[in-house]
């Protein structure tokens, strides 16, 4: 699993075998929403199930949207009037969440120290070393779908990603001994939590993208079993086509984003309505993405 994602996914070991995993559980959600459809059930109200992209209406490549999870928390402050459960989706695999191994050893960032961090660019737990790319904030609100859309404290949300090479630490060939670009924040009062990142590279057969997932406390955000939500966010495909062209560091990531396109994304091919980040920004100046998740709590 140490290699170099701009080489392919067949390159990855671990790849295909999550691309199948994401068919077959899209195949299931498609049934249960046909299902659901002939019995006249609402999926609003529902945790959306299966590994395909945004919810049940499928966006634009250039499109915003809120999303959503399932889980239990402390609701408070208050949110919008209408929002959906995120899209669940695979963590891939490249988590570092103690689900998977490395050379036989387990990898787990949630047990290294200081972990907990907004700014996730350097490594961390006495290893050297920072992601270069153009700045990102990243800030995810956590909202209750079943309680008005309040905002959500007290909640742990575990955010990792790429580099710009496209290689994620701790697996990738020449980030293996990286643990930089993972990350635990807290919701505040607000439902919100934000990371200081870099805009993620484009490797091949993948939108860019980050992963994150939802822990119902930080207690519980020691390992991938404990989530309650895992999902993807989507990024515009025209600030990303503006960041590659323009900025260094981003090698073969122009060139990877023109041959994919979200329809043909394994994961966000059924839409990214719940998954789309709104961003604003600019190379010179850095970029702030956003995103509403819904979980069902």
Not at 33 to 62: E, H, N, R
Not at 267 to 295: K, P, Q
Request: charged letters at 5%.
């Amino acid at each position: 699993m140490s290699t170099q994602h701009n080489s392919g996914p067949d390159q990855h070991p671990g790849l295909p075998q999550d691309l199948q995993n994401i068919q077959l559980q899209s195949q299931r959600r498609r049934m249960t929403l046909a299902w659901l459809a002939g019995a006249g059930v609402g999926g609003g109200a529902m945790t959306l199930l299966g590994c395909g992209g945004g919810g049940s209406s499928a966006s634009s490549a250039a499109g915003t949207g809120t999303s959503t999870g399932t889980g239990t928390g402390t609701s408070t402050g208050s949110g919008s009037s209408s929002c959906t459960v995120i899209a669940q989706e695979t963590s891939g695999p490249y988590p570092g969440d103690g689900s998977n191994s490395v050379n036989g050893s387990v990898v787990n960032a949630l047990a290294l120290s200081g972990i907990v961090r907004s700014d996730i660019r350097s490594s961390i737990a006495g290893v050297t070393g920072t992601a270069s790319g153009v700045p990102m904030t990243v800030t995810i609100q956590l909202v209750n779908t079943q309680n008005s859309c309040a905002d959500l404290a007290g909640y742990a949300i575990y955010l990792w990603h790429c580099d710009a090479g496209g290689n994620y630490s701790l697996y990738s060939s020449g980030a293996i001994l990286q643990n930089y670009l993972r990350g635990v924040q807290i919701s505040g009062s607000d439902g919100k939590v934000t990371f200081t990142t870099i805009v993620p590279g484009c490797y091949s057969g993948r939108m860019p993208h980050m992963h994150f997932e939802v822990y119902p406390s930080a207690a519980a955000a020691t390992r991938a079993g404990n989530a309650i939500a895992t999902s993807q966010i989507a990024f515009p495909t025209d600030i990303c086509t503006t960041v590659y062209s323009s900025a260094t560091g981003y090698s073969g990531s122009s060139q990877n984003l023109a041959s994919m396109s979200f329809a043909t994304d394994g994961v966000f091919s059924d839409g990214t309505s719940t998954e789309m980040a709104t961003v604003t920004g600019s190379v010179a100046a850095g970029y702030a993405a956003s995103l509403t998740v819904g979980i069902a709590a």
